[in-house]
Protein backbone atom coordinates (compact mmCIF):
# COMPACT_ATOMS: atom_id res chain seq x y z
CA UNK A 1 0.00 0.00 0.00
CA UNK A 2 1.14 3.38 0.03
CA UNK A 3 3.90 4.55 2.41
CA UNK A 4 5.38 7.97 3.26
CA UNK A 5 8.69 7.31 5.24
CA UNK A 6 10.20 10.66 6.91
CA UNK A 7 13.75 11.54 8.63
CA UNK A 8 14.93 12.31 10.91
CA UNK A 9 12.52 12.04 13.64
CA UNK A 10 13.96 14.17 16.12
CA UNK A 11 16.03 17.20 14.61
CA UNK A 12 18.05 19.70 16.80
CA UNK A 13 19.72 22.92 15.63
CA UNK A 14 21.12 25.82 17.21
CA UNK A 15 18.97 28.77 15.96
CA UNK A 16 19.99 30.83 13.40
CA UNK A 17 21.08 27.17 11.06
CA UNK A 18 19.27 25.26 9.06
CA UNK A 19 17.08 22.39 9.39
CA UNK A 20 16.63 19.95 6.64
CA UNK A 21 13.77 17.06 6.87
CA UNK A 22 13.44 14.56 4.43
CA UNK A 23 10.49 12.11 3.08
CA UNK A 24 10.19 9.30 0.56
CA UNK A 25 7.08 8.22 -0.66
CA UNK A 26 5.98 4.96 -2.60
CA UNK A 27 3.02 5.57 -4.72
CA UNK A 28 4.32 7.23 -8.29
CA UNK A 29 0.94 8.38 -8.95
CA UNK A 30 1.36 10.82 -5.68
CA UNK A 31 1.02 14.61 -7.42
CA UNK A 32 0.83 16.82 -3.89
CA UNK A 33 2.71 16.89 -1.49
CA UNK A 34 2.01 19.42 1.55
CA UNK A 35 4.04 19.87 4.73
CA UNK A 36 2.23 20.36 8.13
CA UNK A 37 3.15 21.93 11.39
CA UNK A 38 1.95 21.12 14.92
CA UNK A 39 2.72 22.70 17.75
CA UNK A 40 2.87 21.19 21.03
CA UNK A 41 -1.27 21.11 22.11
CA UNK A 42 -2.00 22.27 18.56
CA UNK A 43 -3.87 20.89 15.57
CA UNK A 44 -1.86 20.36 12.43
CA UNK A 45 -1.90 22.98 10.11
CA UNK A 46 -0.39 23.78 6.25
CA UNK A 47 2.68 25.78 6.16
CA UNK A 48 3.27 24.89 2.13
CA UNK A 49 2.68 22.94 -0.45
CA UNK A 50 4.02 21.55 -3.42
CA UNK A 51 2.76 19.59 -7.21
CA UNK A 52 4.16 17.19 -9.19
CA UNK A 53 4.36 19.65 -11.69
CA UNK A 54 6.89 22.27 -9.89
CA UNK A 55 10.52 21.16 -8.32
CA UNK A 56 11.26 24.05 -6.15
CA UNK A 57 8.75 26.54 -4.14
CA UNK A 58 9.93 29.04 -1.53
CA UNK A 59 7.93 30.92 1.12
CA UNK A 60 9.82 33.42 2.93
CA UNK A 61 12.36 30.98 5.38
CA UNK A 62 11.04 27.89 4.14
CA UNK A 63 11.42 25.87 1.44
CA UNK A 64 10.10 22.57 -0.62
CA UNK A 65 11.74 20.43 -3.63
CA UNK A 66 10.43 17.42 -5.15
CA UNK A 67 12.49 14.87 -6.99
CA UNK A 68 9.51 12.92 -8.39
CA UNK A 69 12.05 10.78 -10.44
CA UNK A 70 13.86 9.45 -6.89
CA UNK A 71 10.12 9.68 -5.13
CA UNK A 72 12.04 12.29 -2.63
CA UNK A 73 10.93 15.49 -1.30
CA UNK A 74 12.24 17.96 1.17
CA UNK A 75 11.56 20.91 3.73
CA UNK A 76 14.03 23.37 4.12
CA UNK A 77 14.17 25.89 6.91
CA UNK A 78 16.36 28.42 6.79
CA UNK A 79 17.43 31.02 9.71
CA UNK A 80 15.77 28.85 12.00
CA UNK A 81 13.91 30.33 15.15
CA UNK A 82 12.60 29.33 18.38
CA UNK A 83 9.19 29.02 17.52
CA UNK A 84 9.79 26.89 14.39
CA UNK A 85 9.98 24.07 17.49
CA UNK A 86 6.88 21.86 16.42
CA UNK A 87 6.52 18.61 15.02
CA UNK A 88 6.35 18.48 11.41
CA UNK A 89 4.44 16.30 9.25
CA UNK A 90 4.67 15.53 5.41
CA UNK A 91 2.62 13.99 3.26
CA UNK A 92 1.81 12.64 -0.34
CA UNK A 93 -1.78 12.70 -2.07
CA UNK A 94 -3.48 11.50 -5.24
CA UNK A 95 -5.62 13.87 -6.92
CA UNK A 96 -7.45 12.56 -9.95
CA UNK A 97 -10.38 12.86 -11.94
CA UNK A 98 -12.72 12.16 -9.33
CA UNK A 99 -10.34 14.80 -6.58
CA UNK A 100 -10.76 12.99 -3.74
CA UNK A 101 -8.61 13.17 -1.09
CA UNK A 102 -6.34 10.46 0.43
CA UNK A 103 -3.46 11.77 2.48
CA UNK A 104 -0.80 9.73 3.83
CA UNK A 105 1.16 11.49 6.34
CA UNK A 106 4.57 10.61 7.17
CA UNK A 107 5.55 9.79 10.68
CA UNK A 108 6.64 13.41 11.42
CA UNK A 109 9.82 14.89 12.59
CA UNK A 110 9.85 16.72 15.82
CA UNK A 111 12.29 19.72 15.12
CA UNK A 112 13.73 21.77 18.70
CA UNK A 113 15.37 25.05 18.15
CA UNK A 114 17.94 26.13 20.84
CA UNK A 115 18.44 29.68 21.24
CA UNK B 1 -15.82 31.15 8.91
CA UNK B 2 -15.68 29.11 11.96
CA UNK B 3 -12.67 26.17 12.43
CA UNK B 4 -13.35 22.35 12.10
CA UNK B 5 -15.01 21.46 15.82
CA UNK B 6 -14.86 17.88 17.25
CA UNK B 7 -16.89 16.92 20.44
CA UNK B 8 -15.96 15.73 22.67
CA UNK B 9 -12.74 16.67 23.44
CA UNK B 10 -11.88 14.26 26.26
CA UNK B 11 -13.17 10.97 26.42
CA UNK B 12 -12.50 8.21 28.68
CA UNK B 13 -13.82 4.87 27.97
CA UNK B 14 -13.26 0.88 29.43
CA UNK B 15 -12.33 -1.98 27.32
CA UNK B 16 -15.06 -3.32 25.29
CA UNK B 17 -17.44 -0.20 25.07
CA UNK B 18 -17.79 1.73 22.22
CA UNK B 19 -17.45 5.57 21.12
CA UNK B 20 -18.96 7.86 18.74
CA UNK B 21 -17.09 10.74 17.74
CA UNK B 22 -18.55 14.04 15.98
CA UNK B 23 -16.67 16.18 13.38
CA UNK B 24 -18.52 19.26 12.23
CA UNK B 25 -16.47 20.50 8.96
CA UNK B 26 -15.91 23.99 7.84
CA UNK B 27 -19.18 25.52 6.36
CA UNK B 28 -18.99 24.55 2.66
CA UNK B 29 -16.82 21.91 3.09
CA UNK B 30 -17.80 18.33 1.51
CA UNK B 31 -14.96 16.36 2.22
CA UNK B 32 -14.43 15.20 5.92
CA UNK B 33 -11.05 12.41 6.54
CA UNK B 34 -10.37 11.09 10.10
CA UNK B 35 -6.76 10.02 11.30
CA UNK B 36 -5.17 8.50 14.44
CA UNK B 37 -2.80 10.29 16.24
CA UNK B 38 -0.35 8.61 18.95
CA UNK B 39 2.90 9.08 19.72
CA UNK B 40 5.83 7.67 16.71
CA UNK B 41 2.98 6.76 14.51
CA UNK B 42 2.09 10.03 13.86
CA UNK B 43 -1.31 10.78 11.31
CA UNK B 44 -2.66 7.21 10.41
CA UNK B 45 -5.45 7.70 8.04
CA UNK B 46 -8.73 6.09 8.75
CA UNK B 47 -11.24 6.88 6.24
CA UNK B 48 -12.53 10.12 4.22
CA UNK B 49 -16.26 10.87 3.39
CA UNK B 50 -17.94 13.21 0.45
CA UNK B 51 -21.16 13.88 0.23
CA UNK B 52 -21.93 11.11 2.73
CA UNK B 53 -20.00 8.38 1.05
CA UNK B 54 -16.87 6.68 2.07
CA UNK B 55 -14.31 6.70 -1.01
CA UNK B 56 -11.46 6.07 1.22
CA UNK B 57 -10.66 3.40 3.78
CA UNK B 58 -7.08 2.87 5.54
CA UNK B 59 -5.93 -0.21 7.09
CA UNK B 60 -7.84 -0.36 10.60
CA UNK B 61 -10.05 -3.03 11.52
CA UNK B 62 -13.95 -2.67 10.73
CA UNK B 63 -14.13 -1.68 14.48
CA UNK B 64 -13.65 1.66 13.08
CA UNK B 65 -16.77 2.77 10.97
CA UNK B 66 -17.93 6.49 10.42
CA UNK B 67 -20.90 8.08 8.54
CA UNK B 68 -21.35 11.69 6.94
CA UNK B 69 -24.69 13.20 7.01
CA UNK B 70 -25.90 15.70 4.61
CA UNK B 71 -24.82 18.87 6.33
CA UNK B 72 -21.65 17.59 5.92
CA UNK B 73 -20.99 16.58 9.51
CA UNK B 74 -19.34 13.40 10.15
CA UNK B 75 -19.33 10.85 12.81
CA UNK B 76 -16.60 8.41 13.85
CA UNK B 77 -17.56 5.18 15.63
CA UNK B 78 -15.30 2.46 17.19
CA UNK B 79 -16.78 -0.81 18.72
CA UNK B 80 -15.61 -3.29 21.10
CA UNK B 81 -12.64 -0.56 22.36
CA UNK B 82 -9.08 -2.20 23.45
CA UNK B 83 -6.37 -0.30 24.84
CA UNK B 84 -4.50 0.40 21.83
CA UNK B 85 -7.61 2.50 20.46
CA UNK B 86 -5.93 5.47 23.19
CA UNK B 87 -4.76 8.22 20.83
CA UNK B 88 -6.25 11.57 19.41
CA UNK B 89 -8.72 11.30 17.17
CA UNK B 90 -8.44 14.35 14.25
CA UNK B 91 -10.79 15.15 11.77
CA UNK B 92 -10.24 17.22 8.79
CA UNK B 93 -11.99 19.09 6.18
CA UNK B 94 -11.27 20.36 2.56
CA UNK B 95 -13.10 22.20 -0.14
CA UNK B 96 -12.37 19.23 -2.48
CA UNK B 97 -12.94 22.05 -5.58
CA UNK B 98 -12.62 19.77 -8.80
CA UNK B 99 -9.03 20.32 -10.53
CA UNK B 100 -7.55 22.07 -7.62
CA UNK B 101 -4.88 20.91 -4.97
CA UNK B 102 -7.14 21.54 -1.43
CA UNK B 103 -5.89 21.92 1.98
CA UNK B 104 -7.26 20.21 4.94
CA UNK B 105 -8.22 21.76 7.77
CA UNK B 106 -7.80 20.28 11.14
CA UNK B 107 -10.22 20.47 14.07
CA UNK B 108 -8.86 19.93 17.55
CA UNK B 109 -9.18 16.76 17.96
CA UNK B 110 -10.72 14.46 20.76
CA UNK B 111 -8.65 12.68 22.91
CA UNK B 112 -9.51 8.96 23.76
CA UNK B 113 -8.42 7.13 26.25
CA UNK B 114 -9.19 3.63 26.58
CA UNK B 115 -9.00 1.94 30.41
Known amino acids: GENVEQHPSTLSVQEGDSAVIKCTYS??????FPWYKQELGKRPQLIIDIRSNVGEKKDQRIAVTLNKTAKHFSLHITETQPEDSAVYFC??????????????FGPGTSLSVIP | KAGVTQTPRYLIKTRGQQVTLSCSPISGHRSVSWYQQTPGQGLQFLFEYFSETQRNKGNFPGRFSGRQFSNSRSEMNVSTLELGDSALYLC??????????????FGPGTRLTVL
Open chain 1, 27 to 32: DSASNY
Open chain 1, 91 to 104: AASIRGKTSYDKVI
Open chain 2, 92 to 105: ASSLLRQGTYNEQF
